[in-house]
């Protein structure tokens, strides 16, 4: 088929009088032309433009400002709060960690299982006591930064002996390096050697704590566009090629905005007040009288007293002495006497109070970014909440879908942290496939996880006894089973076979009660009987 040919059917010209075999040709070459077309195309389609909102960051720069806003007093104390909705607490003790025998391992039956029982039995304490002691830092490292690091030491035939998690495991200190999703080294900056020591770490070294990348940060990464093609495009995981691990995960990420408008808000209230509290009293100088020389001398002077204005407002914003006294400015004059005509303080009269509604609308939009209640971080007369009454650090379904993903993130860690620790005292390895010999679990009927399950199950179990009641009823009224299946159906909103089922079962235990009564009737004693036994007596 001739190209002009092509071009017109591709146009939209009639291809009626073109045989099937045609049809098909053309089909096929113009979908292998329109993918070479497409494939040209696409590196300039996807993707989304570069804003000010989503440009690409380096490392350094997103950990410097998740870093400075974890040092803001209310995300702070919000991310001290997830951490507690989603790790709970004993009440006595304040444990937060429980470790506790698999479900197969419960029965007792099999040589291996009660093996596998005692070798756990003998670790859960131990290992209890060090995650415990750690596991609130790191839970807090990771939902600040994404990310949350122990360094680990072992001893063959003991197990784990102690847990690292400080300042040499502060997470802008460490990079991972991932193959796929699989954290395989690390390399972590000594920060307290000027000489920028890192140190290589492997995974029995060092483990990881790793928050789901739910949003997208925009970065720089240190690999090229090779290691990221030939990851999507390689099938088996242990080919693909070992790159340092992004950064991502942070509950910051979200509300970077929201906190940059709050500190300007706040800074824009701070520096409104504290000029309105500084005090200047500006003179009128007339130099008429003066010669040349000293007429440029005095403005030269003038000009020094402006910068001085300067740093007198600057050291007043700072809380310096400024704020407290009233700086003159004396400018001598010549001729009329010298009197000195006073012109005022520069900056107006305040007539109507300062407008907090920027600050209390964008603090709103941090904590709903945050999943929090904004009266549990210091504004408590805004909203009834908070650990007092329990109102939203219980119901609030954005914390509890927090929890659920921290809690995850924190198994899959907790589970790490066992495995080597039984790797080191029995040498023996877990494979993915494998299933632990032991189960994590929390005390966290203070957070809103627990405490909207609990509701859950009180809710299903009242639904069963009303449910039960009205079986019972149904049962009682001797309908047949036809109409009890109906009702079921239509009016319990049950499925017709389970209401099949259970009116049957109805039917079937009604008549068996009725059969039994009938049985016990046949033998009672009669009147005749009970007279002449009471005349034998």
């Known amino acids: 088929m001739a190209a002009q040919d092509i071009l017109a059917i591709l146009l939209g010209a009639d291809s009626s009088g073109m045989s099937n075999l045609q049809q098909n040709e053309l089909s096929n070459a113009s979908q292998e032309s329109m993918a070479r077309i497409q494939d040209s195309l696409n590196p300039f389609s996807l993707g989304t433009f570069e804003t000010k909102d989503n440009k690409k960051r380096t490392r350094m720069e997103i950990y410097s400002k998740w870093e400075k806003m974890l040092r803001f007093a209310p995300i702070s104390e919000a991310m001290g709060i997830h951490v507690t909705a989603a790790l709970g607490g004993d009440a006595t003790t304040s444990q937060q960690v429980f470790i506790t025998p698999a479900q197969r391992l419960r029965g007792g039956g099999g040589t291996i299982n009660k093996a596998q029982l005692e070798k756990l039995e003998k670790r859960i304490k131990p290992m209890e006591k060090l995650i415990n002691k750690h596991i609130v830092k790191i839970c807090r490292d990771a939902i600040g930064f994404g990310d949350g690091y122990t360094r680990v030491y072992g001893t063959k035939g003991m197990g784990i002996v102690d847990l690292m998690a400080n300042e040499f495991t502060y997470p802008p200190l460490i990079q991972a390096y991932e193959q796929v999703n699989k954290t395989v080294a690390y390399q972590a900056l000594d920060y307290k050697n000027w000489q920028k020591v890192v140190s290589k770490l492997n995974m029995i070294q060092m483990l990881r704590l790793k928050m789901p990348r739910i949003s997208h940060v925009p970065q720089y990464h240190a690999s090229d566009s090779f290691f990221n093609i030939k990851t999507l495009q390689v099938d088996n995981i242990n080919e693909a090629p070992i790159v340092p691990a992004p950064v991502g995960g942070s509950y910051c990420a ?7 408008n709050i500190i300007l808000a706040l800074s824009t209230m701070n520096s409104q007040q504290i000029a309105d509290a500084v005090n200047q009293v500006f003179l009128s100088v007339n130099m008429s009288a003066m010669p040349p020389a000293q007429r440029d001398a005095y ?20 809380g310096g002495d400024s704020i407290w006294n009233t700086k003159y400015h004396f400018l001598p004059t010549n001729n009329e006497k010298q009197i000195l005509n006073t012109l005022g303080d520069l900056k107006g009269q305040r007539t109507s109070p300062i407008n907090t509604e920027t600050l209390m609308i964008n603090i709103r939009l941090l904590m709903g970014g945050l999943g929090l209640d904004p009266s549990m971080v210091g504004w408590a007369d805004m909203l009834a909440g908070g650990l007092g009454d329990g109102s939203a650090f219980h119901t609030s379904a954005q914390i509890m879908r927090r929890s659920m993903m921290q809690r995850q993130a924190t198994m899959d860690f907790v589970n790490q942290i066992l495995a080597l620790d039984w790797g080191y005292a029995y040498n023996e390895e877990f494979n993915e496939t494998n299933d632990y010999p032991w189960k994590i679990e929390y ?46 159906e239509r009016d319990g909103g049950m499925d017709y076979d389970e209401a099949i089922k259970l009116a049957k079962d109805l039917v079937q235990q009604r008549e068996q009660e009725q059969l039994a009564g009938s049985n016990n009737s046949d033998d009672l004693p009669t009147d005749d009987q009970n007279i002449e036994e009471e005349e034998g007596i």
């Open 443 to 488: 005390y966290s009927d203070q957070s809103a996880a627990m405490t909207e399950a609990i509701t859950n199950q009180q809710q299903r179990m009242n639904n069963l006894m009303l449910k039960a009641q009205a079986i019972a009823s149904l049962k009682d009224l001797g309908l047949s089973e036809e109409t009890i299946t109906r009702l079921l």
């Open 254 to 260: 979200d509300v970077e905005p929201f906190y940059d």
């Open 299 to 318: 403005k030269n002077g003038l000009n020094t007293m402006m910068r001085d204005h300067e740093k007198f407002v600057r050291d007043a914003l700072e």
